[in-house]
């Protein structure tokens, strides 16, 4: 059973930085690419960024590229996403996923940008 567990999220000032983890178990983890989705409130789930098997063919959503930045350890089945210079919009729910629809995803962690 395939089973995707964030961890890292939290309450930061702007500007701020966060480490995001998600550990995949139940899958082959060099199968997929992985993909980060977020959820601001009130609002639909959101791509933000992806990362090939290999971790040096990595995509960014336009409002976060040059913040964040995806990795992978392939050998500890883990999916990270750095997130530098916080800004509030950045508040969300935020999901690890194995395809590029998030339908098999995490049960998320909570990212809260405010002063």
């Known amino acids: 059973q395939v089973q995707l567990v964030e961890s890292g999220g939290g309450s930061v000032q702007p500007g701020g930085s966060l480490r995001l983890s998600c550990v995949a178990s139940g899958i082959t983890f060099t199968n997929y690419r992985m993909f980060w989705f977020r959820q601001r409130p009130g609002k639909g789930l959101e791509w933000v960024s992806q990362?090939?098997?290999?971790?040096?063919?990595?995509m960014y959503e336009k409002s976060v590229e040059g913040r964040f930045i995806v990795s992978r350890d392939n050998a500890k089945n883990t999916l990270f996403l750095q997130m530098e210079n916080l800004k509030s919009e950045d508040t969300a729910v935020y999901y690890c996923a194995r395809d590029g629809a998030g339908n098999t995803r995490g049960p998320g962690t909570q990212v809260t940008v405010s002063s």
């Open positions: 990362i090939n098997v290999g971790g040096d063919d990595t």
